[in-house]
């Protein structure tokens, strides 16, 4: 596979589940980052890692935590969700987390909070 | 502070027409970097170009072409003789060299509708 991969690709949840996104980069890359999406508004930066060390937490609830166990993989466990928690969660990578560096996104997981 | 400001929301064209999609950003940084994403119906952003602040030359790829003016702050986008496959979601996004997380801010887009 090459990219960034996201699974699964469609998430319907209830507020008391706990569920995981996955995120898998084949790039080489050395940082990740979370986005979320929502109906009409900006994408918004949730978590960054660089070397598997979390260097941003955007003000992101403690419902959603993420885990960087390699600079490959990454994922978001979330557990007690709001319905105002739907929306398109997007992965991406990048070759350094500086701002020079164009980030690369998955597909997405469109999540769906009942 | 940072921000991104896309006012057009949504854009409804018939191919071949020039089409030209706005950006205007604001920082307080010296040295930052702008960014184009294309996102298709198929989710996952694409990105198009990016742009340093001391590099005011406008660039063009086949019909893709950017208009980056430092004067007034905006970072446009023209496609020309737009096709039905340009039809997507365009985003543009902002980094500042000051972020060491490469924190970008993007605008709100605009959605391009290309009809045959």
């Known amino acids: 596979e090459t990219g960034v991969t996201q699974t699964p690709r469609h998430l319907v949840m209830g507020m008391t589940n706990k569920k995981s996104l996955k995120c898998e980069q084949h790039l080489g890359h050395n940082a990740m980052y979370w986005y979320k999406q929502s109906a009409k508004k900006p994408l918004e930066l949730m978590f960054v890692y660089s070397l598997e060390e979390r260097v941003e937490n955007n003000s992101v609830p403690s419902r959603f935590s993420p885990e960087c166990p390699n600079s490959s993989h990454l994922f978001l466990h979330l557990h007690t969700l709001q319905p105002e928690d739907s929306a398109l969660y997007l992965c991406?990578?990048?070759?350094?987390?500086?701002?020079?560096?164009?980030?690369?996104f998955g597909p997405g997981t469109r999540l769906t909070v009942l | 502070a940072q921000k991104v400001t896309q006012a057009q929301t949504e854009i409804s064209v018939v191919e071949k027409e020039d089409v030209t999609l706005d950006c205007v950003y604001e920082?307080?940084?010296?040295?930052?970097?702008l960014f184009w994403y294309k996102q298709p119906p198929s989710g996952e952003l694409v990105f198009l170009i990016r742009r340093n602040s001391f590099d005011e030359q406008n660039e063009i790829s086949g019909r893709y072409s950017w208009n980056f003016q430092k004067s007034t702050s905006s970072f446009n986008f023209t496609i020309t003789a737009s096709q039905v496959v340009d039809s997507a979601v365009y985003f543009c996004?902002?980094?500042?060299?000051?972020?060491?997380?490469?924190?970008?801010?993007f605008g709100q887009g605009t959605t391009l509708q290309v009809k045959p």
């Open positions: 996004a902002l980094s500042e060299a000051a972020s060491n997380t490469g924190k970008l801010i």
């Open positions: 920082t307080r940084d010296t040295t930052y970097y």
């Open positions: 991406a990578s990048s070759h350094g987390q500086g701002g020079y560096n164009e980030q690369f």
